[in-house]
């Protein structure tokens, strides 16, 4: 089954503590993206890798570091967590590249809240 | 960047109205996709157009692309209970920076 798996699902932490979250693909795909959702600011985009070792800034990348060692994998590094990054955090893949665009999987998402 | 605008923020319709979001993009798309979030779940892929002027059907949704491939509208039929949820637009605009989400439209049903 196609599928994107997002661990953990929910995260409570405390402020300056170093935390990961983790996305992993089972589809093959090269395009993997980030996206932190707030109420009324919609998806936005934080980091996305267009293929191994090839990441970049999306709209918000402040606070926020991004690798991708395996094709398969997406982590999200918190590395010093402020409560402004309390948010609903989406890890999402396709098939998307320059030029071409298909369906994004999402993943279940990972609600964090920083105190 | 490539800005995507969508109206309205939230809709209350009665069950069995008709409800529309709208999408606007800055820029000239290469396609755009339709997304619906139920409450509590993940953003799940409905549908992609590519062509100017595309319209799309799925059973009571119609989904249109303009013909200058800037704005693209969702319209649902005869609304029911199973269509509460926000429905988003993405557009993208060709380049390797992927989809650019609008805000998103909350459709709330009064049964």
């Known amino acids: 089954e196609a599928q994107v798996t997002q661990n953990p699902r929910y995260l409570i932490t405390v402020t300056g503590k170093k935390l990961t979250v983790t996305c992993s693909q089972n589809?093959?795909?090269?395009?993997m993206s980030w996206y932190r959702q707030d109420p009324g600011l919609g998806l936005r985009q934080i980091y996305y890798?267009?293929?191994?070792?090839?990441?970049d800034k999306g709209d918000v990348p402040e606070g926020y570091k991004v690798s991708r060692k395996e094709k398969r994998n997406f982590p999200l590094i918190l590395e010093s967590p402020s409560p402004n990054q309390t948010s609903l955090y989406f890890c999402?893949?396709?098939?998307?590249?320059?030029?071409?665009?298909?369906?994004?999987?999402f993943g279940q998402g990972t609600r964090l809240t920083v105190v | 960047g490539q800005q995507v605008m969508q109206i309205p923020q939230y809709q209350h319709v009665q069950e069995g109205e008709d409800f529309t979001t709208y999408c606007n993009s800055s820029?000239?798309?290469?396609?755009i996709q339709w997304y619906k979030q139920r409450p509590g779940g993940h953003p799940v892929f409905l549908i992609q157009?590519?062509?100017?002027?595309e319209v799309k059907k799925q059973k009571r949704l119609t989904f249109q692309f303009g013909e200058a491939k800037k704005n693209s509208s969702l319209h649902i039929t005869a609304t029911q209970t199973t269509d509460v949820g926000t429905y988003f637009c993405?557009?993208?605009?060709?380049?390797?920076?992927?989809?650019?989400f609008g805000k998103g439209t909350h459709l709330i049903i009064q049964p």
């Open positions: 999402a893949s396709s098939l998307t590249g320059v030029g071409v665009s298909t369906e994004a999987f």
């Open positions: 589809m093959n795909h090269e395009y």
């Open positions: 890798s267009m293929n191994v070792e090839v990441t």
């Open positions: 820029t000239t798309l290469s396609n």
């Open positions: 157009l590519v062509k100017s002027g």
């Open positions: 993405a557009g993208y605009g060709g380049g390797a920076d992927g989809l650019t």
